[in-house]
Nanobody, 116 residues
Framework: QVQLVESGGGLVQPGGSLRLSCTTSENIFNLNSMGWYRQASGKERLPIASVSVRGLIDYFESAKDGRFFISRDVAKKTVYLQINSLKPEDTAVYYC?????????WGLGTQVTVSS
């Protein structure tokens, strides 16, 4: 069972930045990919970005405005999501995802609230 623990969420003012962290119990090279999703209240969970076992990065529609950056530290078994120029519409629960073959594993999520 792959365990994922997110951290780094919180309350931030519009225009601020956050770096979310997700630490896994597994060797990252045992996972096909790791990534981030977010789910706003009453809406579906949407992908933001992912990084493959080879380090290839994909950004999805939620991240096409250039404010999101995913990175990883293999030694620390951690994937990061840097979010810049935060907007109120970025308010959501941010979930870490790991994929092993066709199985998805999820963290419990970290709340990000953007408000003045």
């Amino acid at each position: 069972q792959v365990q994922l623990v997110e951290s780094g969420g919180g309350l931030v003012q519009p225009g601020g930045s956050l770096r979310l962290s997700c630490t896994t119990s597994e060797n990252i090279f045992n996972l096909n990919s790791m990534g981030w999703y977010r789910q706003a209240s009453g809406k579906e969970r949407l992908p933001i970005a992912s990084v493959s076992v080879r380090g290839l990065i994909d950004y999805f529609e939620s991240a096409k405005d250039g404010r999101f950056f995913i990175s990883r530290d293999v030694a620390k078994k951690t994937v990061y999501l840097q979010i810049n120029s935060l907007k109120p519409e970025d308010t959501a629960v941010y979930y870490c995802n790991a994929r092993v073959h066709r199985t998805d594993y999820w963290g419990l999520g970290t709340q990000v609230t953007v408000s003045s």
